[in-house]
T-cell receptor, first 116, second 112 residues
Framework: QKEVEQNSGPLSVPEGAIASLNCTYSDRGSQSFFWYRQYSGKSPELIMFIYSNGDKEDGRFTAQLNKASQYVSLLIRDSQPSDSATYLCAVNPAGHSGGGADGLTFGKGTHLIIQP | DTAVSQTPKYLVTQMGNDKSIKCEQNLGHDTMYWYKQDSKKFLKIMFSYNNKELIINETVPNRFSPKSPDKAHLNLHINSLELGDSAVYFC???????????FGPGTRLTVL
């Protein structure tokens, strides 16, 4: 069974510090990786996606992918209280077209708390 | 507003009833999905559907059936509701050549 693993937390980080969220996946052939943010009672919201090994930066967010280690991470710089949410790692399983007709496999999420 | 919308937002019903949840997207996307998020916040794919293909997660009971009147709508019909069906159901959509999924606001289903 294809799985995505995350530490459920809560992960508590002081305001202004770097929050580091980690995710591992079991399907070695997976090609695309996503980070969603979900506030309590709200729907998941896409933050970033990454396809290639290495880092991808977007504002205060950096996604890191290491396919050899089957590891994805999300760094949030200058953490703000508004970043407090559950962060979901998601993977598009291998063997699928990648053309969007396939559902994502989600981890159970990491609950992040930014302390003022 | 361009978005994925769902109705109703809340649905409370008795065991054994049949209910439907409606989803509409005006993003012009080709593919729509239903996800279930349980009480532990675990989000799982139930169905994906475009105008050519329905892909069903094999763990979904056949009491659940998606119905798509057109490309912009994907409704979820549930027969003989059970207590374990209580969850938040999210509709999502994406463009067929893009992998980013956009989620609707969710429908919280409570089966009593």
């Amino acid at each position: 069974q294809k799985e995505v693993e995350q530490n459920s937390g809560p992960l508590s980080v002081p305001e202004g510090a770097i929050a580091s969220l980690n995710c591992t996946y079991s399907d070695r052939g997976s090609q695309s990786f996503f980070w969603y943010r979900q506030y309590s009672g709200k729907s998941p919201e896409l933050i970033m996606f990454i396809y290639s090994n290495g880092d991808k930066e977007d504002g205060r967010f950096t996604a890191q992918l290491n396919k050899a280690s089957q590891y994805v991470s999300l760094l949030i710089r200058d953490s703000q209280p508004s970043d407090s949410a559950t962060y979901l790692c998601a993977v598009n399983p291998a063997g699928h077209s990648g053309g969007g007709a396939d559902g994502l496999t989600f981890g159970k999420g990491t609950h992040l708390i930014i302390q003022p | 507003d361009t978005a994925v919308s769902q109705t109703p937002k809340y649905l409370v019903t008795q065991m054994g009833n049949d209910k439907s949840i409606k989803c509409e997207q005006n993003l012009g996307h080709d593919t729509m999905y239903w996800y279930k998020q349980d009480s532990k916040k675990f989000l799982k794919i139930m169905f994906s559907y475009n105008n050519k293909e329905l892909i069903i997660n094999e763990t979904v009971p056949n009491r659940f059936s998606p119905k798509s009147p057109d490309k912009a709508h994907l409704n979820l019909h549930i027969n003989s509701l059970e207590l374990g069906d209580s969850a938040v159901y999210f509709c999502a959509s994406s463009q067929v050549d893009r992998e980013e999924k956009f989620f609707g606001p969710g429908t919280r289903l409570t089966v009593l």
